[in-house]
């Protein structure tokens, strides 16, 4: 079974408007760890935010947010108010936080955002 | 600046000619690991290591090898490349679990090897 689930190949989004890029997530732990990053077309693999099993406020970073819904298992991440610039693929990770995990991230498929002016 | 640094960043070699791409952290982190990234697949482990001289397979280690000599540097080496071993691979950092780590939050620029 897929642990990390992320629904949406692609969405187109008109700059200005705010975007919200779907993530599932299937693990038995109790401790482990959600994370979002970003992939320009240029490669780099960058970090947006964290979420912890055990926090119980949703992560925001800046314009990031992470909808954290820990019964429902989904990790979503919000970008307000979208710019030219946040065109990239989005992937959604987890790391189970126990020795037979190697303390992986383990990722989704990825979600291509593409922004229109 | 903290940063990964991976080298080089655009690699063509031909099958079997032996290879080394460097990785380089200068946060003093622990934990250091290697990924591939391929179409349809996403990115998956190679080899990981949890401190100096500790280094382990992550889900996809064969054809390659690593070591941690020191604590910044974790080499990713390919002694017989092939052509399947196509992809672009990323380095990452982060402090160990006991020092209450956050996330591999640092990732090298990413190296695009091409195995001819």
């Known amino acids: 079974a897929q642990k990390i689930t992320q629904t949406q190949p692609g969405m187109f989004v008109q700059e200005k408007e705010a975007v919200t890029l779907d993530c599932t997530y299937d693990?038995?732990?109790?401790?482990?760890?959600l994370f979002w990053y970003k992939q320009p077309s240029s490669g780099e693999m960058i970090f947006l935010i964290y979420?912890?099993?055990?926090d119980e406020q949703n992560a925001t970073e800046g314009r990031y947010s992470l909808n954290f819904q820990k019964a429902r298992k989904s990790a979503n991440l919000v970008i307000s108010a979208s710019q030219l610039g946040d065109s990239a693929m989005y992937f959604c990770?987890?790391?189970?936080?126990?020795?037979?995990?190697?303390?992986?991230?383990?990722w989704g498929a990825g979600t291509k955002l593409i922004i229109k002016p | 600046e903290a940063q990964v640094t991976q080298n080089p960043r655009y690699l063509i070699t031909v099958t079997g000619k032996k290879l080394t791409v460097t990785c380089s952290q200068n946060m003093n982190h622990e934990y250091m690991s290697w990924y591939r990234q391929d179409p349809g697949l996403g990115l998956r482990q190679i080899y990981y290591?949890?401190?100096?001289?500790?280094?382990d397979k992550g889900d996809v280690p064969e054809g390659y090898k690593v070591s941690r000599k020191e604590k910044r540097n974790f080499p990713l080496i390919l002694e017989s490349p092939s052509p399947n071993q196509t992809s672009l691979y990323f380095c990452?950092?982060?402090?160990?679990?006991?020092?209450?780590?956050?996330?591999?939050?640092?990732f090298g620029q990413g190296t695009r090897l091409t195995v001819v």
């Open positions: 979420q912890g099993s055990y």
């Open positions: 693990t038995s732990d109790q401790s482990y760890g």
């Open positions: 290591s949890m401190n100096v001289e500790v280094t």
């Open positions: 990770a987890m790391r189970e936080d126990t020795q037979d995990s190697n303390y992986q991230l383990i």
């Open positions: 990452a950092s982060s402090l160990s679990r006991d020092r209450d780590w956050v996330a591999e939050a640092f």
